[in-house]
């Protein structure tokens, strides 16, 4: 076994989460104001390992809540195979409480649905900071100040199964979408990235940071979780991508 470093020891003796890694919103926040310190103190390999899980960290959290904000009260598809002659009535049934739903939850949250749309800026800078490096200049303003719901505090995040089972970095994700680069020039039209979450969630917005950097000018990026449906705010933003 290769002998670790005094140094390589004191730096990753901060990351005992990593033995536990389905975090909690509340420990992701706190996790990612502790890494946002840690990175302007470091240098060198350190510091780019601070970016990586700075990175990680945003598109775990926007993954997270959007779950939550997303989430359905009503799956009637085992009662649709029992009763088929009842399909369409079912899925009407299932679309209007479930659209009710997540309605009434963006209403009585109103504050933290609004935080969570902002919270995209920090995730395209942190994007923008793994392509082309740079001065990090993320705050910890960009953390909420204003009182999340404790259900989303306690939710915990889900492993993105490409980086768990297939063994991804965000190294692969950009060399996919270099490929595509390669086989594909610069567009006028409009570009959206869907990814289906999820590990969707951590690849589209360092996807569409590259295609910006790569001279797409009109890109935008979305995470939907296929198995549960698309809900009522995703619904909207594909019907807004879609209008010419």
């Known amino acids: 076994m290769p002998k670790v470093s005094g140094v390589e020891e004191e730096f990753y003796a901060r990351y005992d989460w990593c033995l536990n890694p389905t975090l909690s919103i509340r420990q992701l926040l706190h996790s990612f104001n502790q890494e946002l310190n840690a990175c302007r103190a470091s240098e060198g390999w350190q510091r780019e390992e601070c970016r990586i899980n700075l990175y990680l960290f945003a598109c775990a959290i926007a993954c997270t809540t959007d779950g939550y904000f997303g989430q359905r009260l009503l799956n009637l598809s085992v009662l649709r195979s029992r ?15 479930n659209s009710l739903a997540s309605l009434l939850k ?41 009182p999340l719901p404790e259900t989303l505090l306690s939710r915990k995040m889900r492993l993105p199964g490409a980086f768990r089972g297939q063994d991804f970095t965000h190294h692969d994700v950009l060399t996919l979408i270099q490929r595509f680069c390669a ?31 790569s001279n797409w000018p009109q890109v935008s990026w979305l995470s939907i979780r296929p198995t549960n449906g698309t809900s009522t705010w995703e619904k ?9």
């Open 83 to 97: 009763l088929p002659r009842l399909g369409s009535l079912l899925t009407a049934t299932e679309c209007f409480l």
């Open 106 to 146: 963006i209403f009585a949250h109103w504050r933290a649905w609004r935080w969570r749309k902002r919270w995209n800026s920090t995730l395209h800078e942190l994007c923008d900071l793994l392509i082309s490096g740079g001065d990090l200049r993320v705050t910890s303003s960009m953390l909420p100040h204003v």
């Open 183 to 213: 086989s594909s020039g610069p567009s006028d039209e409009p570009v959206t990235i869907v990814g289906l979450r999820t590990a969707g969630a951590y690849f589209a917005p360092l996807m569409a940071a590259y295609l910006k950097h």
């Open 236 to 244: 909207w933003q594909l019907r807004n991508l879609r209008r010419p």
